[in-house]
């Protein structure tokens, strides 16, 4: 049985619709990411869920029940909200502790579950402070201890780490996935961070202009992204796009890249002759000094290191700029110049240039 | 902290200074005036060396007027307590009343709700004597001149509307997300309401409050048409001050401290509330 199903959900403001028919299943202890940019309507998804609005048509069940009559509080669900939504007039401790006082009557009980999960979320020499006492960190962790406090079957996390500092981030970004796993809750995650979404998800779900383009694993997502919008969401630097229509030579589609022909895998013989947006992940342009089989002639216009990786700005001789992104090579070894490039064409995702969705490889 | 030179010390204790006399000198004087006889008090030029004398109070508190005209009854701690009972009253009903109905306009949004809360607010702009001579006929017709009861329903429309718009816009500052929170763990819409919205409207609820009991108090004509000598307040109850053989200055401003006494307490000791700001770093952003 799905913990979480939603069915054909329809959501507007008075600003226009928000969400169009969207449908969703998160099965018992999965954790799905809802991912999309600020406005796609992930908060209000999170919200309707929650019961603090009400769909305009659709229906939500939860542990198979349907929820439309049921209010915030009978739903049995555990909520973080983006901007901590802390209890200001109460200490850290009864903050969390107010997610069990009203099904739990027993003090000794109730400390023993607070204590427990401060503890875990290395919060415990703070729980006599109040929220504004805390700091952004501590404020964000109290506002997790108390959606996980009372063991939630569902919980919903509205992008808990946006309001925290970098460093934090990357801790927590660490830490969540086995403490969310440790819980055996349903967890419906929301975050506009991609890295947050493949480090979190068992699935994602990408939200879009008010409607899921793509709900898949992490890997399916950003290998066989279901359309143009989506691979440009996934990735840092972002997917390089180049428009062609290939032609068919020997039995494959070439396209021309810089002045060179460069020829698909033999799997996407169909696309030729069709106009097409191809996509070419910076990591798979490979920059070289020397010319080889395949590879264009570029300009290195500019080199910027990005984490481990530095992301080169090539130019082609006919004006197109494309990035490439290049891991374990010394930095000092690049200079700005002339040089070559060449794709990995397995890599290259070919998608339809009026609909922006991903045609998919004949396999052979 | 920022550095400020010798004379902008200075400067800016002069100017507290100023502002202190200011608004504190009247209230000074009127307590010297009430421990002086008429006699000192009419003294040209004036003089603030006097044989004190708490004659004014022993007036007030026996309700025994001696004047050179004979011995007058004034009822001034009656109307004193009639004071504090139509004002707290009022302002307990009031609160009862306006603070769930400002949540709801704070909250949801119904039809007519704005034009109801404005309707509300429009009690305050018109003038007590417009709506008083109505007033006065069907409160004869259905009994309630001169009752508590009539008076602290007439002083609903000086509490009701200012305690409404007040705490409204407490209500509206507080994330609505924060009681979501709350409801989301467990608890109904009532406790969500008891138990987070109104303690951190505080402030405001006793801002409200104490203005309201304020404006309550200094109330004067609905009083002087609706309510009859032994239910009427200290602002009229103070006319019989102006008696036929002259004005008893003193014995006014020994009614005037007794008077301000109470809001004066009520003021000093809401202040702490008036000051906390709660709802500081609760919600990011």
Known sequence: ?364 | MEHTSRLERIIRIVLVALILIFFLFPIFWIFLMSFQTNEDILRIPPSPFFTPTISNYQALITGKLVSAAGTLDIPFMRNLWNSVLLSSVSVVIALILGVPAAYAFARFKFRLGEDIAFTLLSFRFAPPLLVLLPLSLYFQEIGLTDTYAGLIWVYQLIALPLILWIVRGYFEDISPDIEYAYRIGGHSWWRTFTRIAVPLAGPGIAAAGLLAFIFCWNNFVFALILASADKQPVTVGSLAFVTASGIQYGQIAAAIVLSVTPTLAIALYAQRYLVEGLSLGAVKG
């Open chain 1, 1 to 364: 049985m799905a913990q979480v199903e939603i069915r054909n959900i329809h959501k507007g403001f008075k600003s226009g619709a928000v969400l169009s028919d969207i449908s969703l299943t998160a099965e018992t202890g999965e954790i799905v990411v809802v991912f999309g940019p600020s406005g796609a309507g992930k908060t209000v998804l999170l919200r309707l869920i929650a019961g603090v609005e009400e769909p305009d048509e659709g229906a939500i069940f939860l542990q198979g029940r349907d929820v439309a009559d049921a209010p915030p509080e009978a739903r049995g669900l555990g909520m973080a909200f983006q901007n901590f939504a802390l209890f200001p007039h109460m200490s850290a401790y009864d903050n969390i502790a107010s997610a069990l006082t009203a099904r739990e009557r027993s003090p000794a009980i109730i400390k023993a579950k607070v204590d427990n999960v401060a503890k875990l979320l290395k919060i415990s020499h703070v729980m006599q402070h109040a929220p504004r006492e805390l700091s952004n960190g501590q404020k964000q962790r109290t506002a997790l201890a108390r959606a996980l406090v009372a063991d939630p079957r569902i919980l919903l996390l509205d992008d808990p780490l946006r309001n925290v500092d970098a460093k934090l981030r990357y801790e927590m970004r660490l830490e969540l996935p086995s403490l969310l796993k440790a819980s055996g809750s349903t967890v419906l995650y929301v975050t506009q961070d991609y890295k947050e979404a493949m480090a979190l998800g068992d699935k994602i779900a990408v939200l879009l202009e008010g409607g899921f383009v793509q709900i898949a694993t992490p890997t399916e997502v950003y290998r066989a992204p279901a359309t143009l919008g989506v691979a440009r969401l996934f990735g840092d630097p972002t997917i390089n796009v180049i428009p062609a229509e290939p032609s068919l030579r020997d039995g494959r589609s070439v396209f021309d890249l810089g002045g060179v022909s460069l020829s698909l895998p033999a799997r996407y013989a169909a696309v030729a002759g069709k106009s097409c947006m191809l996509g070419i992940r910076p990591e798979s342009i490979i920059v070289e000094e020397a010319p080889s089989a395949e590879s264009f002639p570029v300009e290195v216009v500019a080199i910027t290191p990005l984490n481990e990786k530095s992301v080169l700005l090539l130019r082609t001789y006919d004006g197109r700029e494309i990035l490439a992104a290049e891991a374990g090579v010394e930095q000092s070894s690049r200079r700005i110049g002339a040089a070559c490039a060449r794709l990995d064409a397995d890599a290259v995702l070919v998608f339809d240039a009026a609909s922006g969705r991903r045609i998919a490889p004949v396999q052979s």
